[in-house]
């Protein structure tokens, strides 16, 4: 599904991915962890299409096409969506029309009829039932005035409505109380299927309890350290980054 | 009566409105009226002394005038009434008949489109014009009113330039008053029209509110795109002690016209001034505002909301006078500069030495859309009391670049999504208008000229 061959990019000519190879297999949920400051959320803006990031080389493939010549909106209508480590607020700019308004720019993109108000309030308020996410929420700014939780489950509301093939969950859990934590990790679950990857970004085993990831890998300076199963995750929590250098440097 | 002499060292331009003015000296409304003919030609012999402001006077610093006195306007307007042709503009409530309405096409009146039915006992809007008539033969407009109080006094011609020419000239425009203890439910509209042709219009609007009267007042302004035409419009305002008046502005002029406006307010203890000027249309806008507060109590909110695209130019002047203690004003503006727009921001609070416990509150928030584009802001605060509570702040920023790449991340086109985030950024000053079916009204025709707004049906579901 999604391809990442020797990614190099650089940030205010600082290189930050340096030389990153990831291959995430259709159906397949891959956990990314990593310390602070290692590349992920500059990983994750790549892939979504974001500005102010020279790619230096490799490429991205979705589904055998490039991904990276393309704009951000462009990429959303392939099947990328990007849930943010800081989700942004907009204010001024209603929540609901702001859903509304994007639900119907991938349904005009991928060839489907565009919801009334009606169907999409329908849609709308089965997904705010999976994530528990208040009614009220809608009619605020993107985002104005949510609290931590609620925008991380709000990101989680929007993966939900529109169903990407590839999601990049960008440190969903940070900040969650174990009860939005299986709201998210029922969010996610609910689309696993042949059709539908992930990549989940993570500090903590514990969202991984949740969402069982295929593969774990472990980014570290600007490129996948290493690479495993569940275990990995499970080392990490009890070695920490230096413990696995060591391990790594000893074996 | 002969018209005073023009000087020698004014323009060609500005020695026409003193021509105009000796012309139709005699057929002016009020020529039998002593203090309104006096006034005009106090007005007259102001404008002959001073001409048209230059960037020179500081309170014209930002905006450049020179092109209207360089245009010879048709000053005289005598074409015969039966010859003008219906007006097809917008009529602005037309998705409602029973709207409350003047309609003013081309400085005068239409009955026709007009509708006063159901105005409360005692509350009477008229045309200039008659109202004007009804005190030229003696008779009173209402008891306890007395137009020579009001009109050309609280807006006095030495003023300004403009404010002189528009007292000279003035033919058109309406005269409201509502006695004391009056409401008006319902909002009333005066919707000023205009045809094609260089003309200049001088419309003048008084509002009078007697103690406790309260009303809300929409001025509209529309006209053609491709007419190069002059308004140059006075509204006095006069609120008696506890009165409180809900003004909306929409300046929604042809895009090649020239638009200045002031607007003058005596506020009495306890009254509200509420007010909100959309400044949307003409190539050249100028809003030149004056506030007394005369009373504890008085408070004004000013918001405003400017939008200088393409070659347009907006300048929002606002000065309030806290001469009471207990007054509260607040100005609350945004602006959006685009193309080669320019913006202009400038207002002053001046708190007195007796004006203890005033509050008065500046803010001015800006959208720069590009990189030929101006914002010039100026909050000032003048401050001789020492028991206040007083801000001001502005800021000029762009589309903030994270929101952008959110929404576009969702799938929403660049296009839509600047279009969404600068309708983010006016929301506010809409929605500051309270009542629903206005807010909706002024919303969906503010989009209506905001840049890059598709409105693509969704936008227009905007405000509810
Ligand atoms: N816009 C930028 N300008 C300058 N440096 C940047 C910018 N964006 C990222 N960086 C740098 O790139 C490096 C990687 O940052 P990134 O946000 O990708 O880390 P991360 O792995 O997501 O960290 P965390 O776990 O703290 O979220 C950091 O050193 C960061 O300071
Ligand atoms: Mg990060």
């Given at each position: 599904m999604l391809k990442i061959t020797d990614l190099r990019a650089n940030v205010d000519d600082k290189e930050i991915l340096k030389g990153l190879n990831l291959h995430v297999p259709p159906g397949e949920v891959h956990a990314i962890m990593g310390p602070n400051g290692s590349g992920k959320s500059t990983l994750a803006h790549i892939l979504a299409g974001r500005?102010?990031?020279?790619?230096?080389k490799g490429e991205v493939l979705l589904e055998g096409e490039?991904?990276?010549?393309?704009?951000p909106e462009e990429r959303a209508y392939r099947g990328v969506f990007l849930a943010f480590q800081y989700p942004v607020e907009i204010p001024g700019v209603n929540n609901t029309y702001f859903l509304k308004a994007a639900v119907n720019a991938l349904r005009r993109h991928q060839g489907q009829p565009e919801l009334d108000a009606i169907d999409f309030l329908g849609l709308v308020r089965e997904k705010l039932e999976i994530l528990h996410l208040d009614e009220s929420l809608l009619k605020r700014g993107v985002n104005v005035g949510f609290s931590g939780g609620e925008k991380k489950r709000n990101e989680i509301f929007q993966l939900a409505l529109m169903e990407p093939k590839v999601a990049i969950l960008d440190e969903?859990?940070?900040?969650?109380d174990i009860d939005a934590l299986k709201d998210v990790a029922k969010g996610v679950n609910a689309l696993r299927g042949p059709e539908f990857s992930a990549i989940v970004v993570t500090h903590y085993q514990r969202l991984l309890d949740h969402i069982a990831p295929d593969r774990v890998h472990i980014l570290s300076e600007g490129h996948i350290f290493r690479s495993g199963g569940i275990e990995l995750a499970h080392e990490l929590e009890a070695k920490g980054y230096e413990g696995l250098v060591r391990t790594e440097a000893g074996s | 009566m002969s018209a005073p002499t023009p000087t020698d060292t004014l323009s060609a331009g500005a020695k026409a409105y003193i021509e105009a003015f000796a012309e139709r000296e005699d057929e002016l409304?009020?020529?039998?009226?002593k203090w309104l003919h006096d006034a005009r030609r106090e007005a007259i012999d102001f404008f002959s002394r001073t001409g048209f402001p230059t960037q020179r006077n500081e309170r014209w610093k930002y905006t450049n005038v020179a092109p209207i006195e360089k245009r010879s306007f048709d000053l005289n307007r005598k074409v015969p009434l039966p010859s003008r042709t219906p007006l097809s503009g917008d009529?602005?409530?037309?998705?409602?008949?029973q709207a409350l309405r003047l309609v003013i096409d081309d400085g005068i009146v239409n009955p026709a489109l007009s509708n006063l039915d159901g105005l409360p006992q005692g509350l009477f809007v008229k045309g200039l014009a008659e109202a004007i008539d009804v005190e030229s033969v003696g008779l009173t407009l209402a008891p306890g009113f007395a137009l020579e109080s009001k009109l050309t006094r609280i807006?006095?011609?030495?003023?300004?330039a403009f404010c002189a020419l528009n007292t000279a000239l003035m033919d058109s425009g309406a005269v409201i008053f509502a006695p004391p203890g009056t409401v008006l439910e319902r909002p009333l509209h005066l919707i000023f029209r205009v045809g094609s042709g260089e003309k200049a219009l001088f419309p003048r609007i008084l509002i009078a509110a007697g103690a406790g009267a309260r009303m809300t007042v929409i001025e509209h302004f529309s006209g053609p795109a491709d007419a190069d035409y002059l308004e140059n419009a006075v509204t006095e305002i006069d609120l008696a002690e506890d009165a409180a008046l809900r003004y909306i502005k929409m300046q929604r002029s042809g895009s090649k016209s020239w638009h200045l406006a002031t607007l003058r307010a005596r506020i009495e203890a306890r009254a509200e001034f509420r007010s909100s000027v959309l400044s949307l249309g003409a190539r050249l806008c100028r809003h030149d505002i004056d506030i007394e507060l005369q009373g504890e109590e008085a408070r004004c909110s000013l918001d405003g909301l400017y939008l200088a695209d393409g070659r347009r130019h907006t300048d929002f002047r606002a000065n309030i006078e806290h001469t009471f203690a207990h007054c509260k004003s607040d100005v609350y503006c945004k602006g959006i500069a685009a193309g080669r727009g320019r913006g202009v921001f400038n207002a002053r609070a001046h708190v007195h030495p007796d004006a203890q416990k005033s509050e008065a509150h500046q803010t001015n928030r800006n959208l720069l859309l590009s990189r030929d584009a101006e914002i010039d802001t100026k909050p000032q605060l003048e401050i001789h009391a020492d028991d206040v509570k007083c801000s001001h702040g502005a800021t000029v920023g762009q589309l903030d670049d994270q929101a952008l790449f959110y929404l576009r991340s969702r799938g929403i086109d660049l296009e839509s999504a600047r279009a969404m985030l600068t309708l983010g950024f006016i929301r506010d000053i809409v929605e500051r208008i309270e009542d629903p079916d206005l807010r909706r009204m002024i919303g969906k025709a503010t989009l209506a000229h905001l840049p890059g707004m598709g409105l693509d049906g969704e936008l227009s579901e905007a405000f509810t």
């Open positions: 500005e102010g990031y020279e790619v230096t490039s991904l990276l010549d393309l704009a969903t859990d940070s900040g969650l | 409304p009020g020529r039998g009226l009529l602005w409530t037309e998705g409602d008949r807006a006095p011609a030495r003023n300004d």
